[in-house]
């Protein structure tokens, strides 16, 4: 897929007010949270917290992303390739999946599009809402945990679903929202986790590794934007464009679908896990005689 993609034009898009990004990224969080005064920071552990309290209650963690394209310039990258492929195809509507504090949301909504922010709600969406207000954007704001029933031409899902506790739910909620023929813009972050460290990165997810891929090529979904190794693209957080099948018009049956599919495929590889776990542990027993 050739997509036409200006930098420049991009950071004109996601701007505050100035025009050297770190000063404008400064220049925001100070504004930010001069009405909006700090409290303690949320502590997330990752065997023991619950994911959507952490979000809902940790004003830091999303403040912290509004200069995270700054430091990781794939994020501007991101941003790019959504608002090229939204002229190329002339949508005229969009969805964020877990749009943190907004960025994509902002430049979208400034090319002309109708845009949903979707998150939990809690000290994330006041951030991405004040955004928004700024900036004198009609931008709406929807719970990620109980979405409305809507569909859009483009959705994107970015380093989220190795944050929630049933990744195949929330792709399932993203996928039935996204209208035929649309196009799903996704990268995971599987693999990015430290079993010794605490951090909002489940370990558990893991497992779903390129697994989620193989099934949406299943559902008949069309990979148009990726490296051709599913592995790897999970394992790199690479960003891979799905566009839906026409045929999946009706979404009732999709969720069930997709929890179907996993389940089969998780199994076949489960079964490997365990021959190994035992040939390590046989190992394990004779190294002690």
């Known amino acids: 897929m ?16 100035l025009p050297d990004p770190q000063a404008d990224v400064e220049l925001e969080v100070k504004d930010y949270l001069a009405f909006h005064e700090s409290s303690k920071e949320v502590k997330f552990d990752t065997f023991r917290d619950r994911p959507t309290e952490f979000y809902a209650q940790s004003k830091a963690f999303f403040v912290e992303l509004l200069g995270e394209h700054l430091k990781l310039r ?9 608002v090229g492929l939204a002229k190329q195809i002339q949508a005229t509507t969009y969805a964020d999946w877990g749009a943190g504090s907004g960025r994509d949301c902002i430049a979208m909504a400034r090319s002309g599009l109708q845009v949903t922010h979707y998150d939990i709600l809690g000290e994330g969406t006041r951030l991405a809402a004040w955004r928004y207000q700024v900036r004198g954007l009609n931008v709406q704001i929807a719970d990620a945990t109980n979405p409305p029933e809507a569909q859009y031409h483009m959705i994107s899902n970015f380093d989220c679903l190795e944050h929630v506790e049933d990744p ?41 590794g390129g697994i989620l891929q193989m099934v949406l090529e299943k559902l008949g979904f069309q990979k148009i934007y990726g490296a051709d190794n599913v592995w790897k693209d999970t394992a790199l957080a690479y960003l891979m464009v799905w566009q839906k099948p026409v045929h999946w018009d009706k979404d009732r049956l999709l969720l069930r679908t997709l929890y179907k599919e996993t389940y089969e495929l998780l199994s076949r590889f489960r079964g490997f896990y365990e021959q190994e776990m035992s040939q390590i542990d046989k190992k394990l027993l004779a190294s002690l005689v």
């Open 2 to 17: 050739e997509v036409s993609i200006n930098q420049e034009e991009t950071f004109n898009l996601i701007r505050y007010r």
């Open 74 to 82: 794939h994020l501007l990258f991101r941003t790019g390739l959504l």
């Open 168 to 208: 195949v739910w929330v792709l399932g909620q993203i996928i039935s929202r996204l209208k035929p023929g649309g196009f799903l813009f996704l990268a995971v972050d599987f693999y990015n986790f430290d079993l010794n460290a605490t951090g909002p990165h489940l370990p558990k997810n893991f497992v779903y």
